[in-house]
């Protein structure tokens, strides 16, 4: 390291939250124009330190430097006067202002608000060109896509003169192309002398953009590494603390008989918006299909109407036998009783009822089934063991089953849905996200139990909005984009370039296409979708 | 990790609410020139000195019960049925109509029809909001306690009309017949040389009440409904999820929630008054609210709670007769111990809370949690 002054210096920052220890004795430099990447499993604490330095925490110990001085950041004010902008997860933007005045919102001079906006439609001039910040002041942000309401983030952070840019997780929610711009605006702002922090749980992303990179484990900091000098596989082994495999290990298919297959399956939601059009599909035996996407496309539709409880128009057969999509037996229960089993999306909503104990999970939508009921009774005592086997074998932690679910790990309560829906031995397994939140040592099991059961035989309908998942686990890849599948193609002949074009709802996939022609088709989606609404 | 020990939850911050609504209470009645230690004194005296106070303290604890489990039962799935009231007024016409026009040969066949006919009024009662809630999705307490004044109408109306014996002035129904009697505490317990409980209006449905706070327990915890009941009242998604039909939970709790109250009319109608008058019900539905939630919901505390809130009735009641403490401030305690049991919870809980993580940041091997029951 070079003797500058670091932009920001964190001296031996600890927060506990009860007997939780989030951050234990955290020290680390971030050098002046240079994006600085922090990696970690979920719960290893990146996201409370980032709290910390924008004063929404208050270390319990430590010491925060700015520029070379000690600065005392009790809330996010502090931080901005500072000159540390965040950009978060999810965007704190006002739906119906437009561009501008959710940029100038919080930071207007003065009571009247023209000359704040006069001003600030200048200032959006120069940034715009000086950064690639292309952006309409004027446009409102619910007639904009995901990417340029990151991007308006990012510009009210430099409208309030932020060095310091903090983003977290800023790719979930984007197609490869938009991530591929944001990180080309995020070398601009370096290259022009701004302090990147970037916390993310990609792998890819540390490699692609940072200089350097912080990786934590369990609240604290293992190791600051330049990234020209690391790797993959070792940074994940600094995160997960053992070695990991980061490529699913699996045999070719073998195809067998039609397990699912979809015609002309059509969602209308309660507002009257088209969520599926009309698609079709199949799955067979021994078979892994992905569907690709951004989160909004209809995938989640798509798992609500197959798990029976969102109403849908088409034709859907299990084994050659149709499914009611309508009507008494469009229900989760009939679909278990079928042999259909199903990891929802969202865990903590669906999958869980975080105040039930783990094994009043272990058997929720099974527990009508005969061997857990007894008589008028439910038999607590057999689903009780029940719930301790499934969790030895899915090695879940702590091994406690009167623990409520809510008191695990996002990947041990992935465990927890994944052991009680594949133990059941189901023809057709629904998994939506399946690592969404999870950390990395648990991925990699849950991918091999996934793959397990293909080998099995039985069909399996990934979705992810994870395409390096997509990618790795799957046998055929199905794109969605706006409720229709925009084609099916073979991992092994295609590429994330091809994927992201679909993602983003352009077929001919084999012409060159602009970014900007890119956008434009995410933004006419984007206002469609509204304008429906 | 739980933040607090089960038993200081369960036990310890009621503790502490109901000593701070005491302290305060105490200074009330300072205020007003009266001494609070005898008040005390003479709340405890009268409502536990004796097997006559006790009657009467177990008499109102026996309507808390019922009016508190059923809101239990509905917290369970997430509904608030504030409802009781107009919920036993029925459960009051359904005991009536059993007892004055069913000729019941002995007094357990009478008590167990009125308990049936009370049930099914209550629950008829609490349908059409249940219904509402499942169909339409107009709110449950909307619906309940409008659902409380269309029930002290119609009430009225049958008490001044159709009900009431023909010549009476007064707006009742006529007396039971006498093979609807139910024993009292003094007929049960009561020997020949002493006479215990004398004039006090406890009955046996004190021991249907207990039974209620043991059949629901097994219902909420024991059975593949309650567990049905509970996780749609945690998570309406994962219900949906899994296949629970929200229409059916909705309606079959709001039944066994009405029906619970409704058979609270057992205890004052068909066990007290034996004639079905004005009013019969005394706000007691409106208790069962603190009482369910002072009782986290779980029959045991209702249990507790409904003791604690018939001694306050019964305290009270003593208090108003013998000092020059107005009947109003007595309505001013009992609003006390509501609002600092139920509505205040989290003054007392975030500190204690703030308390058992300081005390546990101090490395200790780990403790057991406990299960969620």
Redesign the interface.
């Known amino acids: 390291m070079t003797d500058q002054t670091p932009a920001i210096e964190l001296k031996g920052i600890s927060k506990a939250f009860g007997p939780v220890q989030a951050n234990k004795d955290i020290s680390i430099r971030v050098m002046p124009g240079t994006i600085h990447g922090i990696i970690g499993e979920n719960g290893a604490g990146k996201s409370t330190l980032m709290s910390i330095l924008y004063g929404f925490y208050r270390a319990d110990a430590g010491e925060i430097w700015v520029d070379g001085r000690r600065t005392e950041i009790p809330d996010s004010q502090a931080a901005i006067r500072a000159g540390i902008g965040m950009v978060f997860q999810h965007f704190k933007l006002v739906q119906n202002f437009s561009v501008l005045e959710n940029v100038v919102l919080g930071a207007e001079d003065g009571a009247m608000l023209r000359p704040s906006l006069a001003k600030a439609r200048r200032e959006l001039k120069d940034l715009a060109a000086e950064y690639e910040l292309n952006i309409d002041p004027d446009a409102r942000i619910e007639d904009i896509g995901v990417g340029m309401q990151q991007r308006v983030e990012i510009l009210k952070a430099l409208y309030r003169q932020a060095d310091i840019l903090i983003l977290d997780e800023p790719t979930g929610v984007l197609t490869p192309a938009e991530a591929d711009h944001l990180f080309r605006i995020l070398k601009g702002l370096r290259d022009q002398g701004k302090t990147i922090i970037l916390i993310t749980h990609k792998l890819r992303e540390i490699m692609e953009i940072t200089d350097t990179v912080s990786v934590m484990r369990r609240g604290e900091m293992t190791a600051t590494v330049q990234t020209a000098e690391t790797s993959p596989p070792e940074l994940a082994e600094l995160m997960v603390g053992r070695k990991v495999l980061l490529q699913v290990e699996k045999v070719p298919p073998k195809p067998g008989k039609t397990v699912l297959e979809v015609e002309n399956l059509r969602v209308v939601d309660s507002k009257g918006v088209e969520r599926l059009r009309k698609i079709g599909f199949e799955i067979r035996a021994g078979e892994i299909l992905g569907i690709a996407g951004v989160a909004g496309n209809g995938q989640s539709e798509l798992l609500e109407v197959l798990g029976g409880y969102r109403r849908a128009e088409g034709t859907v057969r299990l084994n050659g036998k149709p499914l009611e999509l309508a009507g008494r037996h469009a229900n989760g229960r009939a679909r278990r009783a079928a042999g259909v089993a199903h990891v929802p999306e969202d865990r903590h909503h669906e999958g869980l009822i975080l105040d039930f104990s783990a094994w009043e999970n272990v058997a929720f939508g099974y527990h009508d089934r005969p061997e857990f009921n007894k008589g008028l009774f439910m038999d607590n005592a057999a689903i009780k063991a029940d719930a301790a086997a499934k969790m030895e074998r899915f090695d879940v932690r702590p091994p406690h089953p009167h623990l409520a679910a809510k008191n695990f790990s996002g990947g041990n309560q992935q465990k927890i849905v994944v052991a009680r829906e594949i133990e059941r031995n189901p023809d057709l397994l629904l998994i939506g996200q399946p690592t969404r939140g999870v950390d990395i040592g648990a991925i990699e099991f849950i991918h091999e139990q996934i793959v397990a059961l293909r080998d099995m035989g039985k069909a399996v309908l990934l979705v992810s909005v994870e395409l390096d998942e997509i990618m790795s686990l799957s046998d055929r890849i199905a794109v969605m984009f706006d409720g229709k599948i925009m084609g099916e193609r073979l991992p092994a002949e295609t590429d994330e370039r091809e994927l992201g074009l679909l993602m983003a709802g352009i077929t001919d996939t084999d012409k060159p296409h602009s970014e900007a022609e890119i956008e434009a088709n995410l933004a006419r989606r984007h206002a469609s979708a509204d304008k429906e609404a | 990790?739980?933040?607090m020990p089960q038993w200081a939850d369960v036990i310890l911050i009621p503790l502490i609410s109901l000593i701070l609504a005491a302290v305060l209470s105490a200074l009330v009645i300072l205020a007003i020139g009266e001494n609070p230690w005898a008040a005390l004194k003479l709340m405890v005296e009268g409502s536990l000195g004796s097997t006559y106070a006790w009657g009467y303290t177990l008499y109102y604890a026996t309507n808390f019960i019922f009016t508190g489990l059923a809101v239990a039962v509905a917290i369970h799935a997430r509904l608030f049925n504030i409802g009781g009231e107009g919920q036993a007024m029925l459960g009051g016409l359904g005991v009536a109509l059993i007892a004055l026009f069913i000729p019941w040969p002995h007094w357990t066949l009478a008590l167990l029809g009125g308990a049936v006919g009370a049930a099914l009024f209550g629950a008829a009662w609490a349908f059409i909001p249940a219904w509402l809630q499942a169909k339409r999705g107009s709110h449950v307490v909307i619906t309940t306690i409008m659902f409380n004044f269309i029930a002290a109408a119609l009430l009225n109306y049958l008490l001044i009309g159709a009900l009431k014996p023909q010549g009476s002035m007064e707006p009742a129904t006529g007396r039971f017949p006498e093979a609807t009697h139910l024993p009292t505490f003094q007929d049960m317990f009561s020997t020949a040389e002493t006479a215990l409980f004398r004039g006090a209006p406890v009955n046996v449905s004190f021991f249907v009440a207990l039974i209620a706070c043991v059949a629901v327990w097994?219902l909420i915890w024991?059975?593949?409904l309650g567990?049905?009941i509970?996780?749609y009242g945690?998570?309406e998604?994962?219900a949906?999820?899994?296949?629970?039909?929200p229409v059916k939970i909705i309606v079959v709790t709001m039944l066994i929630s009405g029906g619970l109250a409704g058979m609270m009319a057992i205890n004052n109608v068909m066990g007290e008054a034996e004639r079905l008058v004005l009013n019969a019900v005394e706000g007691a539905g409106f208790i069962g609210i603190a009482v369910a939630l002072m009782g986290r919901s779980h029959p045991f505390g209702v249990l507790l709670a409904a003791l604690l809130f018939g001694f306050l009735y019964q305290g009270g009641a003593e208090l108003a007769l013998w000092t020059s403490i107005p009947r109003e401030l007595i309505v001013v305690i009992q609003a006390l111990v509501i609002l600092f049991t139920g509505a205040l919870d989290n003054m007392v809980r975030m500190p204690l809370e703030g308390l058992f993580?300081r005390l546990?940041?101090a490395p200790k091997p780990d403790r057991k949690?406990?299960?969620?029951e």
């Open positions: 990790m739980q933040r097994a024991r059975t593949r567990y049905e509970r996780a945690q998570s998604g994962a949906k999820y899994a296949g629970i039909s993580l546990r940041r949690t406990s299960p969620a």
